[in-house]
């Protein structure tokens, strides 16, 4: 049986998820299909961003100019500090907390606002249809006035030679 919606979004990165909660705050019926699973084998939402990519990068940054700022910078300000080591572990922890607080938080809004979360990877297989794949390899069909394809990107190396 083919659902039926306003929107679909593929894709619930920075510009998927914001445009998914639009959507449905202007009372659109709207999905927003999401591939990413977190270590517990779950759809989490936020895209590369907020899984792998900006947030958790600069989580991890945040931790390592504090070390540095441990390290040599207190002095200046009268602060003295005997040896100072980086615990990895922790900062790792730190960092999968910062992760799973904003996922979660996204799929919090996405309740809060009735945007149906569909895990899997989405495909527009024509103007007014997408098909999901989870992550089993079922599928099932979405019929959508409007398709949002907000799906990323990945890096690619040039050849230069």
């Given at each position: 049986?083919?659902?039926?919606?306003?929107?679909?979004?593929?894709?619930?990165?920075?510009?998927?998820?914001?445009?998914?909660?639009?959507?449905?705050?202007?009372?659109?019926?709207?999905?927003?299909?999401?591939?990413?699973?977190?270590?517990?084998?779950?759809?989490?939402?936020?895209?590369?961003?907020?899984?792998?990519?900006?947030?958790?990068?600069?989580?991890?940054?945040?931790?390592?100019?504090?070390?540095?700022?441990?390290?040599?910078?207190?002095?200046?300000?009268?602060?003295?500090v005997g040896k100072v080591s980086v615990?990895?572990?922790?900062?790792?922890?730190?960092?999968?907390?910062?992760?799973?607080?904003?996922?979660?938080?996204?799929?919090?809004?996405?309740?809060?606002?009735?945007?149906?979360?569909?895990?899997?990877?989405?495909?527009?297989?024509?103007?007014?249809?997408?098909?999901?794949?989870?992550?089993?390899?079922?599928?099932?069909e979405l019929a959508a006035k409007h398709?949002?394809?907000?799906?990323?990107?990945?890096?690619?190396?040039?050849?230069?030679?």
């Amino acid at each position: 049986m083919t659902k039926q919606y306003d929107v679909v979004v593929i894709g619930s990165g920075p510009a998927g998820y914001v445009a998914a909660i639009r959507c449905a705050q202007l009372g659109f019926k709207t999905a927003c299909i999401e591939k990413w699973l977190n270590k517990e084998n779950k759809t989490v939402y936020g895209g590369t961003c907020l899984n792998v990519g900006c947030i958790p990068s600069k989580a991890l940054l945040d931790s390592s100019h504090k070390f540095v700022e441990a390290q040599s910078h207190l002095d200046v300000h009268g602060i003295k500090v005997g040896k100072v080591s980086v615990d990895v572990a922790t900062m790792v922890g730190r960092k999968d907390q910062i992760v799973k607080q904003l996922t979660q938080g996204v799929k919090g809004l996405f309740a809060a606002n009735k945007v149906d979360g569909i895990a899997g990877t989405g495909k527009v297989a024509s103007a007014n249809t997408v098909i999901v794949t989870d992550h089993d390899g079922k599928q099932q069909e979405l019929a959508a006035k409007h398709i949002i394809i907000a799906a990323g990107s990945v890096p690619v190396s040039p050849n230069c030679y």
